[in-house]
C-alpha cells in the first residue's frame, strides 16, 4: 500500500514482457522464411546476371581467340616476316595491322619474328610503338612459339594497361617463322560492367582479382600464394606490383556465386553485400510484426472485454448479495419492530386498562370524598331520628306503664316512620356509595329517559300531568353509566311532579333534548312554582329540603350533582323566564354503539 505505483507497474512490465518474448518467438521464424526467401530471390538474380557477364567475357575473348590464326595467313604478314630487311614489306604489313585494328576493335595487333623482336605492329606510328621490342619473355610467345595457341593475362608494358593476350605461330612449311599477337584491352570490359550495387569479380588461376567492378579490390589475392605461383609472378610480372595484399571476404557479410572459366582458367565471381537482404526483411518483419500486434491487441481487446464481462456478472451477482442481504437485515429490523410495536400496543392496552380502572378509582375516590364531606351532615340527620326514636320509646315505655295504650300506638308509629326514614337515607347513601361495574359508557339517552318516565307513570297520570316531548327520533349517543343516567332522570322527573303536586291544574313538564359538537343537553321543565331564592342557592348541597321530612331527604340534587361530575357532565339548576323550575343536564357525546336498548341492570 505505501508503493502503489510499483505494484501497478509491475504487471504491466511482466506483460509487455510476456509479449516481447512472444513477438519474437513468432517473428523468429518469420524472419528465417524472408531471409531465406530473399537470397533465393537474389541468388537467382545474381545467377542471371554473372551468366551475363560469363557469356559477355567468354564471348569477348573467344571472338578474338581464332583472330590471330586466321591473320597469320595473310600474305602482306608473312612476306614482311619472310623478308624482314625490306622496309616496304615491313611498312605494308603496318599498314595492314592498323587497319586490322580498327575493323577488329582490338587494341594492339603486332608481328613478331621467331626470335621474339616485333616488326610490325598496328601502333607502329605511336609514342608506344611495339616496333622493335622483343617479348620473347612472354609466355603467349613461348606457348605460340610451343605450337599452341598463346594466352596470357598481364599489365601492358608501355602502356600498364591491363590486357589479354593471344598468340599464334605463323608457319613457313614446317618451320614457324614468327608469331602474330593480338591484344585486347580488358579495362574497357571492366569500365562496361558499370556501377552496380552487386560488385563482379574476375581472378586468374593465381586467385588474383584482374577484373572487378570495385577498384579497391583489383590485384589483391584471394588465397594464399604458392612459392612457384610467386615465382612466375615474378618472372612475367603480370600485375603492377610484386606484393600482392590479401583479399578477405568475410561469406556471412558476401553473398557469393562463382563460375569457373576452364579453359583460361579464370573464376568469375559476383558479390553481394547481405546487408542488401536487410531491408525487405526488415519490411516484412516490421509488417509480420504490425499485423502480429495487431491481432494480439485484438486478442487482448477480446480477453479485457470478456474480463469486464465476467467482472461486470460478479458485480452484478455481488450487488444482488449485497441487495439480498440488506433486505434480510431489513425484513430482520422489520420484524424486531414489528415485536416491539406489538409490545407497544400491548403495553398500551394495559395501560389504557389501568387508565380506565383508575379513573374507576378517580370516580369512587370521588364520591367517598362527596360522602366524607356529607359526613357531618349525614350523622346529624341519622342522629335526630335515633334521639327522636329514643326518646318516642323512652315515652313509649312510660305511658305503657300507665296503660295508656292509644298513646303508646302513636308513639310505635312515630318510631316506626323515623325508622323508615333512617332507612332511606341509608339506602339513598348506598347507592350513591356502590361501585358501578363499570367506566362511563356509550349509552342512548331516549330509552334511559323512558324508563325514568316509566317509573313515574302512575303518580303522573294521577296528577294529570301534561308531558311535551321535544326528542329527536335518532338515538342520541352519551357517555353514562346506564344505572347511574336512570338514578338521575329519576330524581330530577320526582322533583317536578312534587312541584306540581303543590299547583292546581294545567300541571305541564317539557321535556327537550339538542345536541351540538360539545355533547347533548337535555332539559326538563315543569310548570310549578320553580326554585325559591334559597332552593336555588343550596338545593345542590346535601340534606338541602324545602319539603316536610316525610316528603323529601335533600339527598336528591346532591347525588345527582355528584353523579353527573363523575360522568364528565354536570347538572345545571334555575328557573325559566315563564315560570316554574328548568334542569339542564350537560352529557358528552359518545360513539354510536350497538343497541340503543340494552338489559336492564337490575343490580341498579
Ligand atoms: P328533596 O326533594 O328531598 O327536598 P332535593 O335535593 O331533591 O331534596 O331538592 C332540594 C330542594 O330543591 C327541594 O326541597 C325544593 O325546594 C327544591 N326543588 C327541587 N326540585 C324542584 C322543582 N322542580 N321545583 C321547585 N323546587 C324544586
Not at 546476371?49 to 567468354?58: C, G, R, S
Not at 379513573?359 to 335526630?384: F, P
Not at 294521577?462 to 357517555?479: F, G, H, K, N, S
Not at 338514578?487 to 351540538?516: C, F, G, M, T, Y
Request: hydrophobic share 40%; proline share 5%; glycine share 6%.
Amino acid at each position: 500500500m505505501t508503493h502503489p505505483s510499483i505494484t501497478s507497474n509491475r504487471p504491466r512490465w511482466r506483460s509487455l514482457g510476456i509479449l516481447a518474448l512472444l513477438l519474437a518467438l513468432l517473428l523468429w521464424p518469420l524472419h528465417e522464411l524472408a531471409e531465406r526467401y530473399y537470397s533465393a530471390r537474389l541468388a537467382e538474380q545474381n545467377r542471371q546476371t554473372l551468366d551475363l557477364y560469363v557469356a559477355n567475357l567468354l564471348g569477348t575473348l573467344r571472338s578474338y581467340e581464332t583472330l590471330p590464326g586466321i591473320l597469320g595467313n595473310l600474305p602482306v604478314l608473312r612476306n614482311a616476316l619472310l623478308s624482314p630487311s625490306n622496309s616496304a614489306s615491313l611498312e605494308l604489313a603496318n599498314h595492314q595491322l592498323m587497319r586490322l585494328k580498327h575493323q577488329t576493335g582490338a587494341d594492339v595487333i603486332y608481328l613478331m619474328r621467331a626470335d621474339g623482336l616485333t616488326i610490325a605492329s598496328s601502333n607502329w606510328d605511336q609514342p608506344d610503338s611495339f616496333v622493335g621490342r622483343n617479348f620473347a619473355f612472354r609466355p603467349y610467345f613461348l606457348e605460340a612459339m610451343d605450337g599452341r595457341l598463346g594466352r596470357f593475362f598481364g599489365l601492358g608494358n608501355t602502356s600498364g594497361k591491363r590486357g589479354y593476350y593471344f598468340g599464334q605461330a605463323i608457319e613457313h612449311g614446317r618451320e614457324r617463322v614468327g608469331v602474330l599477337v593480338v591484344k585486347l584491352d580488358l579495362d574497357r570490359t571492366e569500365t562496361l560492367w558499370g556501377n552496380s550495387p552487386e560488385r563482379l569479380l574476375v581472378t586468374d588461376s593465381q586467385g588474383v582479382a584482374i577484373l572487378t567492378s570495385y577498384p579497391g579490390w583489383r590485384f589483391r589475392t584471394t588465397r594464399p600464394l604458392r612459392a612457384e605461383e610467386q615465382e612466375a609472378i615474378a618472372l612475367h610480372r603480370p600485375y603492377p606490383t610484386l606484393d600482392l595484399q590479401q583479399l578477405e571476404l568475410d561469406p556471412v557479410l558476401w553473398l557469393q556465386q562463382s563460375r569457373q572459366l576452364d579453359e583460361i582458367g579464370w573464376t568469375v565471381s559476383i558479390l553481394t553485400p547481405a546487408s542488401q537482404l536487410d531491408r525487405p526483411v526488415q519490411s516484412i518483419l516490421a509488417g509480420g510484426g504490425i499485423a502480429l500486434l495487431a491481432i494480439l491487441a485484438l486478442y487482448g481487446l477480446w480477453l479485457q472485454r470478456q474480463r469486464h464481462y465476467l467482472d461486470r456478472i460478479a458485480l452484478s451477482t455481488r450487488a444482488q448479495r449485497e441487495l439480498e442481504a440488506r433486505v434480510l437485515e431489513r425484513t430482520r429490523d422489520l420484524e424486531s419492530l414489528n415485536s416491539r410495536l406489538k409490545q407497544e400496543v400491548l403495553e398500551r392496552e394495559q395501560a389504557q386498562q389501568e387508565l380506565v380502572r383508575a379513573q374507576d378509582e378517580l370516580v369512587q375516590a370521588g364520591k367517598l370524598s362527596a360522602l366524607g364531606t356529607m359526613s357531618a351532615s349525614i350523622s346529624h340527620e341519622l342522629n335526630q331520628p335515633l334521639a327522636a326514636i329514643r326518646s318516642y320509646a323512652d315515652n313509649a315505655r312510660i305511658l305503657l306503664e300507665h296503660q295508656r295504650h292509644d298513646e303508646v300506638n302513636a308513639n310505635l308509629q312515630q318510631i316506626s316512620a323515623l325508622t323508615a326514614r333512617a332507612a332511606s337515607i341509608i339506602a339513598h347513601l348506598r347507592a350513591f356509595a356502590r361501585r358501578d361495574r363499570h367506566a362511563p359508557e356509550s349509552m342512548a339517552l331516549q330509552p334511559a329517559l323512558d324508563d325514568a318516565l316509566a317509573l313515574h307513570a302512575q303518580r303522573r297520570r294521577t296528577l294529570d300531568v301534561e308531558l311535551i316531548r321535544d326528542l329527536p327520533d335518532a338515538p342520541l349517543w352519551v357517555q353514562a353509566g346506564e344505572t347511574r343516567l336512570r338514578q338521575v332522570l329519576s330524581n330530577l322527573i320526582a322533583n317536578a311532579l312534587d312541584a306540581l303536586a303543590e299547583r292546581p291544574l294545567p300541571r305541564k313538564l317539557w321535556i327537550a333534548a339538542r345536541h351540538d359538537e360539545q355533547g347533548v343537553s337535555l332539559s326538563l321543565r315543569d310548570n310549578g312554582r320553580g326554585f325559591s331564592q334559597e332552593a336555588l342557592n343550596h338545593a345542590l348541597e346535601p340534606f338541602f329540603t324545602t319539603k316536610t321530612s316525610t316528603q323529601g331527604l335533600g339527598l336528591g340534587l346532591a347525588i345527582c350533582d355528584s353523579l353527573m361530575r363523575a360522568l364528565g357532565g354536570e347538572l345545571q339548576i334555575g328557573n325559566h323566564p315563564e315560570g316554574g323550575a328548568q334542569l339542564i343536564l350537560h352529557l358528552r357525546l359518545a360513539e354510536p354503539g350497538t343497541n340503543p336498548y340494552p338489559p336492564e341492570d337490575l343490580s341498579a
